[in-house]
Structures are given as C-alpha cells and as structure tokens.
C-alpha cells in the first residue's frame, strides 16, 4: 500500500480491505520507556525474578505496549495524519516476550461516508499468531487542510 506518512488519507481515498502493517521488536529498551510513560511498573513487566514465580514463568511486554504499534499504524500511515480514535476494543490472547517481533496490522472492513468514520480490524501478531485483536472507530479527514505559507 502506499504510504502518506505526511497527509495521511483523506475519507475518499478509502476503501474496504485496504491495509497497513507496522514491524517492531519488543526490547528491554521499550518496555522501560512505555513503563515510565505510562506509569505502569507491575513486576510482571519489570522484574524476572517476580515474573518468573507467575504462571508466566518470567517478564511479559505491557499489553498496551503491543497495542500501541496499532495506534502508531492509525496515526502514521492508515488513515494516517488527522485521524481521530474513537473507540477500540481489544481481546489479548497470548502474552508477549522481550525479543518477540510484532506485526501490528490495520484493515478497513467499513466505511461511513456520511459521518466520515471507519471501522477498522486492529490485530497484532507474533509469528503469524494473533497476540490481541479488536476493532476500532476511526474518524478521519475529509479534506485536506491547506499548507501553511
């Protein structure tokens, strides 16, 4: 797909079906900085030797961590620039680990002309297996702003 990383998509430039996917590896580098910008330090994330006594049996990224590579999707490349959450759910169904390789993807399965929102499925997967998925309400923009001079 084509990627409008500085204007974004406007509501005509949609289709159903149409995709994007972001790549990233969870480190020990990313899991500090989404703990000290969330304020989120459960040892389950932070320290193995806690991690390790829970049925985990050692460390697991945030969950939100995962899901933030979906909002890096939605507002980076689809739609894009100017777009607006509205809503998201999401179901987590494995955990993922320091090293793991995330697949957060994107897909327009509606488009609402007329209130000019889409719903998108939102999923992320670690070796072609669903980690979380969900679904959210994008409102996006219809036209594009005119450049500043």
Same mark, same amino acid.
């Given at each position: 797909?084509?990627?409008?990383?500085?204007?974004?998509?406007?509501?005509?430039?949609?289709?159903?079906?149409?995709?994007?996917?972001?790549?990233?590896?969870?480190?020990?580098?990313?899991?500090?900085?989404?703990?000290?910008?969330?304020?989120?330090?459960?040892?389950?994330?932070?320290?193995?030797?806690?991690?390790?006594?829970?049925?985990?049996?050692?460390?697991?990224?945030?969950?939100?961590?995962?899901?933030?590579?979906?909002?890096?999707?939605?507002?980076?490349?689809?739609?894009?620039?100017?777009?607006?959450?509205?809503?998201? *759910?999401?179901?987590?169904?494995?955990? &993922?680990?320091?090293?793991? !390789?995330?697949? =957060?993807?994107? +897909? $327009?399965?509606?488009?609402?002309?007329?209130?000019?929102?889409? *719903?998108?499925?939102?999923?992320?997967? &670690?070796?072609?297996?669903? !980690?979380?998925? =969900?679904?959210? +309400? $994008?409102?996006?923009?219809?036209?594009?702003?005119?450049?500043?001079?």
């Amino acid at each position: 797909m084509t990627v409008k990383t500085l204007e974004g998509f406007i509501l005509d430039e949609l289709h159903v079906g149409q995709s994007a996917e972001l790549v990233r590896e969870v480190t020990e580098e990313r899991i500090q900085a989404f703990a000290e910008a969330s304020e989120d330090f459960n040892p389950v994330h932070m320290d193995e030797a806690y991690a390790s006594k829970t049925a985990y049996r050692g460390r697991i990224a945030h969950g939100l961590l995962s899901a933030s590579f979906v909002s890096a999707v939605v507002g980076t490349m689809l739609p894009g620039p100017g777009a607006i959450y509205l809503h998201q *759910t999401m179901s987590f169904h494995k955990p &993922v680990r320091i090293g793991d !390789v995330v697949t =957060g993807r994107v +897909t $327009i399965t509606h488009i609402d002309h007329e209130s000019a929102r889409v *719903t998108l499925k939102t999923e992320c997967l &670690v070796n072609g297996e669903s !980690v979380l998925d =969900g679904e959210a +309400t $994008i409102r996006v923009p219809r036209r594009r702003r005119p450049a500043h001079a």
